[in-house]
């Protein structure tokens, strides 16, 4: 955990000692750092923006050398993606290999790559040629880490979107997708096999844009007063991401696979939005952001996992100008591509980037559908309040996942 005391320096709204604590005892932040733009700075002046936030992790929706780069000996930790658009080729061992080693080994161990996330949100896209390919490049990716005798320091995953889920609410109810169970089971067979996370996208906001009118706005930003009791388990929710999260807990256990370790890819809170985007204000994204980060901060796990560290990526480092869809896509970053912040969240970024801009020499970015909405519209089962009376009732005692703490343990201590 590199934590120097000049990243402590420009922090305003935290206390220093509250992240003195988050950091002597493990907890950090992850930021995804999408660049699906035309006017974003340099990589080599984004590492002062981001150490700025503290945070210590950075999720990548490819492998840019330009970023990998300018991060090397920051100790900055990554996660670097193979784009949706190469998993039939990754599939091929040969081709998995030669993608391993150009595009991680060759930065190691100078930046510090520790997973590979393999395609993002393919199961929702619904396309069953590259479903089908996904179980195998993963494995083609951990065969090839294993012959450059890498897999013990960098994971395997996949990202998934929340709309993998049938049934989200209560969380004590929630399950996959049947027509998903199947490829879900074989994936989660997978990370139990090879000790990598189980990622997925929670974005309450896409739950209150579905049904602004029904859904209370203090419950998706961490401000509430009551919450709500999850009938099925007797366990008190007081914001949804925590419920989302349990929802696809309760989902993973329903399968079996109770021991695979749950973490947060994207999650976020768009400052714009069109006109039918309600809640797409700064206030409500600085509120999302901040009240998140002081949460996550009190290490305290969710209700069905108490003892669960959760791990975080914030969506995102960056507004971009060029992600298609509605106004909201472009606009959930927490900079502008000036550096400036597109609101306060209390951290001191005075004059840590210059306006030199490069262009999109990167390319891609976030594939995230425009619109991919994870929870909240569409199917009943979806949404927040669809309480249906008959709702499987599955008993949770709030059982703890130690393998999944021996996991981050393990990866710790591999890491220093
Ligand atoms: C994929 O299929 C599911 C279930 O049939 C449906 O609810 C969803 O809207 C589809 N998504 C896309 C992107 O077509
Ligand atoms: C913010 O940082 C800049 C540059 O390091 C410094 O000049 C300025 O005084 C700081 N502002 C506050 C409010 O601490
Ligand atoms: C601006 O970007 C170029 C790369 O495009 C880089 O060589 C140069 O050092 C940068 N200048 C500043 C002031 O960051």
Request: net charge neutral; aromatic share 8%.
């Amino acid at each position: 955990m590199d934590f120097t005391p000049s990243t402590l320096l420009p922090l305003l709204l935290f206390s220093a000692s509250l992240l003195l604590t988050t950091a002597a005892a493990g907890a950090s932040v992850g930021i995804n750092y999408g660049q699906i733009a035309n006017n974003l700075p340099h990589p080599e002046t984004v590492v002062p923006l981001v150490k700025s936030i503290g945070a210590t992790r950075v999720k990548l929706y490819d492998a840019d050398p330009r970023v990998l780069k300018a991060f090397a000996n920051t100790g900055v930790e990554f996660i670097v993606c193979i784009p949706n658009e190469l998993l039939a080729k990754i599939r091929d061992p040969k081709q998995a290999l030669a993608w391993v080693k150009t595009n991680v080994q060759s930065f190691l161990p100078a930046t510090k790559i520790t997973c590979i996330a393999v395609g993002n949100e393919i199961l929702t896209l619904n396309d069953t040629v590259l479903s089908s390919s996904l179980l195998p490049a993963m494995e083609s990716v951990h065969t090839a880490l294993v012959s450059l005798n890498l897999d013990k320091q960098v994971m395997v995953t996949t990202p998934h979107n929340l709309g993998i889920l049938d049934v989200s609410y209560p969380p004590s109810a929630g399950s996959f997708r049947r027509d998903l169970t199947t490829r879900l089971s074989s994936i989660l067979d997978f990370h139990n096999k090879v000790g990598s996370p189980f990622l997925v996208n929670s974005y309450p906001y896409f739950a209150y844009r579905a049904n602004p009118k029904q859904v209370p706005l203090d419950y998706v930003l961490f401000e509430s007063g009551s919450g709500m009791m999850d009938t099925g388990s007797g366990l008190h929710y007081d914001n949804m991401f925590y419920a989302q999260i349990d929802a696809a807990h309760s989902a993973v256990e329903k399968l079996g696979y109770k021991n695979v370790c749950l973490q947060i890819a994207e999650t976020g809170w768009p400052s714009k939005g069109d006109d039918d985007e309600a809640g797409a204000t700064p206030e409500n994204a600085r509120k999302y952001n901040s009240n998140l980060l002081k949460l996550i901060a009190q290490k305290k796990g969710t209700p069905m996992r108490p003892n669960l560290d959760v791990n975080i990526y914030l969506f995102a480092l960056f507004n971009e100008n060029q992600k298609p869809g509605p106004t909201s896509e472009r606009n959930f970053g927490l900079f502008n591509p000036d550096g400036t912040p597109v609101y306060s969240l209390g951290f001191n970024t005075t004059g840590l980037v210059s306006t030199n801009t490069t262009g999109s020499i990167g390319g891609s970015g976030s594939t995230k559908a425009p619109g991919s909405s994870p929870v909240g519209t569409g199917a009943s089962s979806d949404g927040y309040l669809s309480i249906s009376d008959d709702a499987e009732r599955v008993g949770f005692a709030g059982a703890l996942s130690f393998s999944c703490l021996l996991v981050s343990i393990t990866l710790v201590a591999l890491q220093l």
